[in-house]
């Protein structure tokens, strides 16, 4: 049956209508209702095609819909699903192994959500800080840095400078120090002999892109060295070849005594995050110390395991590393006085205006881009790893021509 494009638009008026009666308002979500997606494109319900800039935060590095890990979690649901790790499963095994040697860590401790695995690596470090640093029960303290996001459950938030995170939720979980990103000097001051281990994004996604000066996370991980303290990396929207290589740390070559990953290593299927460590840093966990219910289950495990596969035989680093060189120097060039800078690395790059980012968001979506505002004034261009030349340069394009308008109406 032909349906008509009015009807079309209501089924959009009404999907975004419901969600506001019976959704929590905790999200301000762009004007687009998506119904199907693949590779780097979506659809609506109304037939319009749009350039995916968001890639879910980084979820789907792959691509949606990639075929070989579409068949893996259809395949594995028709098999086995679930068994909570209260028994063994066949797909577990093969995932730490895989994840093991990407990464060149020993052990691997599977979790859910990417700040599920944050939490992880925060009481690793808190227990480490106690059994083998010897630091008094109860005061171990963790440096954070500035501007960071690693979640939003209470100890996230408790290590959170952004107000907007932290309003009303208090009393805070004790224990954050805060030091300013980017400065080594300042995080030699905040270091002291109760401190545990620092967490610190090698890219401060959410808090706009942030790149540290060059040689930066060297330094960290010297000092860290130096002061007997763990350095804990998160990974989760950095990782997996976001930034042009394995993980973002990689670039400096840096080695985190843990490694926090999530987000594309669920392949844009299902939510996967992991915790990599030495086996001696993972053995300070004994059985009931950490878990979860579906953390490690087999569906998640096959899913992973295929995603890793794929984005080492497709090399999807380097096509990030490629398109992210290309995408950046293009940007840069756009001559406007509304771009006071763009900033990245690989496909994770940040355009920062003196105007509200969300104007030229809005802007680009009418022109069939959709990309999303961060931190008031930035614009995040993350598209999946697997866009092509044409397509970085369609994006220039539409880019120029928003900022046009924007400008127009400043």
């Known amino acids: 049956m032909m349906v008509s494009y009015r009807s079309m638009q209501d089924r959009a008026r009404d999907a975004i209508a419901l969600e506001a009666q019976y959704g929590a308002h905790n999200y301000r979500p762009l004007e687009v209702v998506v119904e199907r997606a693949e590779g780097v494109w979506l659809w609506d319900v109304e037939g319009r095609q749009y350039l995916d800039c968001v890639s879910a935060y980084s979820a789907l590095n792959h691509g949606h819909a990639h075929p070989r890990i579409r068949a893996t979690l259809v395949e594995q649901a028709q098999r086995l699903s679930l068994t909570s790790r209260a028994m063994y499963?066949?797909?577990?095994?093969?995932?730490?192994?895989?994840?093991?040697?990407?990464?060149?860590?020993?052990?691997?401790?599977?979790?859910?959500?990417?700040?599920?695995?944050?939490?992880?690596?925060?009481?690793?470090?808190?227990r480490w800080g106690y059994e083998a640093k010897g630091i008094p029960s109860n005061s171990a303290e963790i440096v954070v840095f500035a501007n960071n996001f690693h979640g939003r459950t209470i100890a996230a938030v408790s290590a959170s400078s952004t107000a907007q995170y932290r309003n009303d939720f208090g009393p805070f979980l004790p224990g954050f120090i805060f030091a300013p990103f980017g400065d080594i000097e300042a995080l030699k001051r905040a270091i002291t002999p109760l401190t545990c281990a620092v967490l610190l994004e090698p890219i401060q996604g959410e808090g706009g892109v942030v790149v540290p000066p060059e040689g930066y996370l060297a330094n960290v991980a010297s000092l860290c060295r130096e002061r007997d303290v763990l350095l804990l990396a998160d990974e989760v929207q950095t990782g997996l070849g976001r930034t042009g290589d394995l993980f973002a740390c990689d670039h400096e070559r840096v080695r985190p005594d843990a490694l926090i990953i999530g987000k594309a290593l669920g392949g844009g299927y299902y939510p996967v995050s992991a915790v990599v460590a030495s086996r001696a840093l993972m053995d300070l966990f004994g059985p009931g110390d950490h878990g979860s219910t579906f953390g490690g289950n087999p569906l998640a495990a096959a899913v992973a395991t295929t995603a890793i596969d794929v984005l080492v035989e497709e090399r999807l680093a380097e096509r990030a590393s490629r398109a992210g060189a290309r995408l950046i120097a293009q940007l840069k060039a756009v001559p406007s006085a509304?771009?006071?800078?763009?900033?990245?690395?690989?496909?994770?790059?940040?355009?920062?205006l003196d105007v509200p980012a969300r104007r030229l968001s809005e802007a680009l979506l009418s022109r069939g881009v959709v990309a999303k505002d961060t931190h008031e004034n930035v614009l995040r261009i993350a598209p999946p790893l697997v866009i092509d030349d044409e397509t970085v340069d369609m994006l220039v394009s539409r880019f120029t021509e928003s900022l046009r308008a924007v400008e127009q109406t400043s």
Do not use: Q, S
Not at 94 to 103: D, K, P, S, V, Y
Not at 338 to 352: F, M, P, S
């Open 89 to 126: 499963n066949d797909r577990l095994p093969i995932f730490l192994e895989r994840l093991a040697t990407l990464t060149g860590y020993e052990a691997v401790l599977p979790m859910n959500a990417g700040v599920e695995a944050v939490e992880t690596a925060l009481k690793l470090a808190r």
């Open 338 to 352: 509304r771009v006071r800078e763009v900033r990245g690395r690989g496909l994770l790059i940040g355009i920062e």
